[in-house]
C-alpha cells in the first residue's frame, strides 16, 4: 500500500533536520508523498519542493497555523496552499513578529523565576528561522530542568506555569479564509491535544471548527489510540469530510517518533491525498 506523512516539521520551524534532509528521509522510508507543514511559515517550501522534484518524491506544501477557541490552543493543518500568495505570506510576516515577541518574553519570566535561561539564548538559533516553545523546551533539556520534550513543555510553558505567555493568534475564521483563498484545505489537527483534560470539549471544538468550513480532520495521528482513532474517524463519517494524518515528526526534537509509522503503528493512505485532490477539483 502506497503511504504517505501528511504532518512534518523542519528547521523553517521546530523540527531539526533541513527541509532537504526531511525530504530525502522521506525518500529513504519509502512515502509516495510527504506534507511539509512548519508552524505559522512557509521558509522552508522552495527548498523542499526543489527537493522532492530532484528526487522524484512528491511535496505536498503545507503550514500548520495556530489559532484559539474558547481560550484552547489550537493547530490547523493547512495543506495544498499556494505559498506565494502575498495576502498569506504577510499575515504569515505579522504571526512571526507576535512569536518572536512572545519568546522573549516566555524566556524573561522563565529567568525572572530563577531558571537560567536569557535572551542570549535564542541568538544562538539561525536568523530566519521560526522559534517556537520546543526551541525554548530545548535549551530547558539542555540544562537539566527537564528530560524530555513533552516534560519541559509542560513544566514550563503552559498555561499555569511560571513561563507561559499567551500567544497572539489569528481567529480560526480567519485562518480557515486565508487557506482557502490560495487554494489550500484545512484540517483539525491532533484534536485531542486541545483539551486534554475534556475530550468532550476536544470533540466540540472540532466540530464547530468543521461547521466553521475547515476541511477536515486527522483521523491518523501517533498519539491517537483505539478510543481517539473510533471519535475521530465517527467525526469524519457524521460529516462527510477529508481525513488526513501524520506522524507531526521533528527529528530529534521527539524521541522515539519516526517520520512515516509514528511510535511505530503509524500508516497514512495514499487514498487520502486521492480524496484530497478530487475536492480541490471540485472546488
Known amino acids: ?25 522521506a525518500k529513504e522510508k519509502g512515502l509516495s508523498a510527504i506534507a511539509v507543514t512548519d508552524h505559522d511559515t512557509v521558509a522552508g517550501l522552495d527548498e523542499a519542493v526543489a527537493e522532492g522534484q530532484r528526487l522524484g518524491i512528491r511535496v505536498i506544501p503545507g503550514v500548520e497555523l495556530s489559532t ?52 542570549r539564548d535564542l541568538e544562538q538559533f539561525p536568523k530566519g528561522q521560526v522559534l517556537a516553545r520546543g526551541h525554548i523546551a530545548q535549551i530547558l533539556i539542555e540544562r537539566g530542568y527537564a528530560s524530555n520534550l513533552k516534560e519541559a513543555l509542560n513544566k514550563y510553558t503552559v498555561k499555569g506555569t511560571v513561563g507561559y505567555v499567551e500567544k ?45 468550513g475547515a476541511d477536515g480532520l486527522e483521523t491518523e495521528y501517533c498519539e491517537f489510540d483505539d ?24 527529528g530529534s526534537m521527539k524521541k522515539g517518533l519516526d517520520l512515516a509509522v509514528g511510535y511505530g503503528e503509524l500508516c497514512v493512505p495514499y487514498s487520502f491525498v486521492e480524496a484530497m485532490e478530487e475536492k480541490l477539483v471540485k472546488n
Open 227 to 250: 478510543q481517539w482513532h473510533q471519535v475521530t474517524e465517527e467525526i469524519a463519517m457524521e460529516y462527510g469530510c477529508l481525513r488526513s494524518g501524520g506522524s507531526d515528526f521533528h
Open 1 to 25: 500500500m502506497k503511504t504517505v506523512d501528511l504532518h512534518a516539521h523542519t528547521t523553517a520551524s521546530d523540527g531539526s533536520l533541513t527541509p532537504s534532509e526531511l525530504i530525502g528521509y
Open 68 to 119: 484559539r477557541v474558547d481560550g484552547r490552543d489550537v493547530h490547523l493543518v493547512s495543506l495544498f496552499i499556494n505559498w506565494k500568495n502575498e495576502e498569506f505570506l504577510k499575515k504569515l510576516a505579522e504571526m512571526a513578529v507576535c512569536r518572536f515577541e512572545r519568546n522573549y518574553k516566555m524566556v524573561d519570566k522563565l529567568e525572572q523565576a530563577g531558571i537560567n535561561i536569557s535572551r
Open 168 to 212: 497572539e493568534v489569528l481567529s480560526p475564521e480567519e485562518c480557515i479564509r486565508l487557506v482557502h483563498d490560495c487554494g489550500g484545505l484545512v484540517f483539525v489537527a491532533h484534536l485531542h491535544q486541545i483539551d486534554p483534560k475534556d475530550p468532550t470539549h476536544c470533540v466540540d471544538i472540532c466540530r464547530r471548527l468543521i461547521e466553521m
